[in-house]
């Protein structure tokens, strides 16, 4: 785990990259704040977590970090122990984590219920929605730590990098480290409630779109051609026909759309 600073004092902000070795592009969005070391209003602590599975080019070495935590020093795995250095090292700080996706090109973000720090930043990143994820929250950093994590992009695309850019000097920003205003968007919340299970198959299709309602009746994918159709309606979140090895995805449900403030005159 490598962990630099900016500004001085005792950071109560995180930017946290690399808890997945095959997703860089947080790591790119890190390096550069290090390399142009911006002026900080407020100190905000750099972290790059997994750098054994990032110099592998493999999602973990031993087992998922965003799996293992609260962890332990003791832990049999190198994850087990990583996730409990960083709960110590995060302990005090709102955290930023930056993931990529196999399934979602637009950014959006991730949260441990709607809570009123993430109503308040969240609007004022370049996201497309807002993810709550509570009901899937075990292991992982923001069951320990108070965090927003961000879907950068597809993993290891450049626009994943350039997307993990923007959003983390976005979420700068919106805590008041970097100067400027964060303009508010509205934004749709929607809520995780199950997960869409795979069978074991050759080939897998996916026919919809995530964030876009799935009737009741609607074909929404495949295994080996066989399709499998909704029993009520949903809405698609990380589904792809790749990604995840026994899982689509998930069905969500909308809960809210949070207005944009009208615009000053
Ligand atoms: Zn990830």
Do not use: W
């Not at 993931?99 to 637009?106: E, F, G, I, Y």
Request: one cysteine or more; hydrophobic letters at 40%; proline letters at 6%.
């Amino acid at each position: 785990m490598r962990v630099a600073q900016l500004g001085s004092g005792t950071p109560e902000i995180a930017v946290v990259a690399g808890v997945h070795g095959d997703e860089p592009c947080g790591v790119r969005a890190v390096e550069r704040l290090l390399d142009e070391r911006p002026t900080v209003e407020r100190p905000v602590k750099l972290v790059v977590a997994n750098e054994a599975a990032l110099e592998r080019r493999v999602r973990f070495v031993d087992e998922d970090l965003n799996r293992a935590f609260p962890g332990d020093p003791n832990a049999q795995t190198h994850e087990g122990q990583l996730a409990a250095e960083l709960v110590a090292e995060l302990e005090d700080c709102l955290t930023f984590s930056m993931h990529s996706t196999q399934s979602h090109a637009d950014p959006f973000a991730i949260v441990n219920g709607v809570s009123e720090t993430a109503r308040n930043i969240v609007p004022q990143l370049p996201v497309a929605a807002m993810v709550e994820t509570s009901n899937f929250a075990q292991g992982r950093l923001f069951s320990k730590i108070k965090t927003i994590e961000v879907e950068c992009g597809l993993q290891g695309s450049e626009t994943a990098a350039q997307n993990a850019d923007r959003l983390t000097r976005a979420f700068l920003t919106a805590v008041d480290a970097l100067p400027g205003d964060a303009m508010r968007r509205e934004l749709p919340v929607f809520e995780l409630t199950d997960v869409i299970n795979k069978e074991r198959a050759d080939t897998y299709e996916v026919f919809v779109d995530n964030f876009t309602e799935v009737d009741a009746g609607e074909t929404f994918a495949a295994a080996d051609g066989d399709e499998q159709v909704a029993d009520q309606p949903f809405y698609p979140v990380l589904m792809s026909s790749n990604g995840y090895r026994n899982v689509f995805g998930y069905a969500a449900r909308k809960l809210e759309v949070l207005s944009a403030p009208p615009a000053a005159d």
